[in-house]
T-cell receptor
Framework: ETGVTQSPTHLIKTRGQQVTLRCSSQ?????VSWYQQALGQGPQFIFQ???????GRGNFPPRFSGLQFPNYSSELNVNALELDDSALYLC?????????????FGPGTRLTVL | DAKTTQPTSMDCAEGRAANLPCNHS???????VYWYRQIHSQGPQYIIH???NNETNEMASLIITEDRKSSTLILPHATLRDTAVYYC???????????FGPGTRLSVLP
């Protein structure tokens, strides 16, 4: 069974640029959630994708957007990067079914915005 | 906001049991207690979850009080590799995302 994978591991961008982060879900999982974790804080929910559609969103602006593909993999896109976007971005996959939707996290992508 | 309160940090001697408390006094009847841990700069790792009965798996035991207002995660024989931030989260079993608080930083000491 393959776990959740994310790419790239690390990324450095400058303010105003755009970035795309990628996530492959665990085998058999159909739902992907994205979280942002600033240094020293717990992860904060960005949004979730199920059946290629956004299925819930946290308190993040529209410049944070995403996609889910038919194979359940997902992308997180962030436009007009700001310094405060520097964080660890985590992807979690789960099976959308009552009683079994525990989320399993990938290793994360460390984004630094200069 | 997180619905749980946890100590900021704890120490535990290697080989001893680590008991991590969590208060969730406003928990609803349909909310489960989940525990995750995060080793430095890695993704959170699922440990265990439960509703009202005590639960045990290969990693840990979860003890939930009868009134469900608090719980304790027990690592029976802590090792240095158990040093991590431990998050206690309450959540309905289906359709709700995880709200992480700051967690408890557990240091296992040799």
């Amino acid at each position: 069974e393959t776990g959740v994978t994310q790419s790239p591991t690390h990324l450095i961008k400058t303010r105003g640029q755009q970035v795309t982060l990628r996530c492959s879900s665990q085998s058999g999982h159909n739902t992907v959630s994205w979280y942002q974790q600033a240094l020293g804080q717990g992860p904060q929910f960005i949004f979730q994708y199920y059946r290629e559609e956004e299925n819930g969103r946290g308190n993040f602006p529209p410049r944070f957007s995403g996609l889910q593909f038919p194979n359940y993999s997902s992308e997180l896109n962030v436009n007009a990067l700001e310094l405060d976007d520097s964080a660890l971005y985590l992807c979690a996959s789960s099976l959308d079914f009552p009683g079994t939707d525990t989320q399993y996290f990938g290793p994360g992508t460390r984004l630094t915005v200069l | 906001d997180a619905k749980t309160t946890q100590p900021t940090s704890m120490d535990c001697a290697e080989g001893r049991a680590a008991n991590l408390p969590c208060n969730h006094s406003t928990i609803s009847g349909n909310e489960y207690v989940y525990w995750y841990r995060q080793i430095h700069s890695q993704g959170p790792q699922y440990i265990i979850h439960g509703l009202k009965n005590n639960e045990t798996n290969e990693m840990a035991s979860l003890i939930i009080t009868e009134d469900r207002k608090s719980s304790t995660l027990i690592l029976p024989h802590a090792t240095l590799r158990d040093t991590a931030v431990y998050y206690c989260i309450v959540r309905v079993i289906y359709g709700q995302n995880f709200v992480f608080g700051p967690g408890t930083r557990l240091s296992v000491l040799p």
